[in-house]
């Protein structure tokens, strides 16, 4: 079965960066659409970017120019690195894989980015 684990996060102060990496183990669904949401308390979850298998990323409005998503093919990771951060990107970031048959997704365990002087 797919196993999604994330790593990176913390802490940073405004205008700083992190960068978050998620490793895909376990099935073929590895090389599905891969993306990361986000969930900040008292908001909606929402998509920060998506990246398909051989193609490019796109990005959400609020995070275009600032954020860059890149992906591995033969190792199946996923890196995004955030540069810029605001204290509006405070959230728990999650890692997601597209299912294969559901249209549903396998999610990450999930990992806390808090920006704030």
């Known amino acids: 079965q797919v196993q999604l684990v994330q790593y990176g996060g913390g802490s940073v102060q405004p205008g700083g960066s992190l960068t978050l990496s998620c490793a895909c183990t376990g099935s073929t669904e590895c090389m599905n659409l891969m993306e990361w949401y986000r969930q900040a308390p008292g908001k909606q979850r929402e998509l920060v970017a998506s990246i398909p298998f051989l193609s490019s990323a796109k990005y959400a409005a609020f995070v275009k120019g600032r954020f860059t998503l890149s992906r591995d093919n033969i190792e199946n990771t996923m890196e995004l690195e955030m540069n810029g951060l605001e204290p509006d990107d405070t959230a728990v970031y999650y890692c997601?894989?597209?299912?294969?048959?559901?249209?549903?997704?396998?999610w990450g365990q999930g990992t806390q980015v808090d920006v704030s002087s």
């Open positions: 997601t894989v597209r299912r294969q048959r559901s249209g549903g997704k396998y």
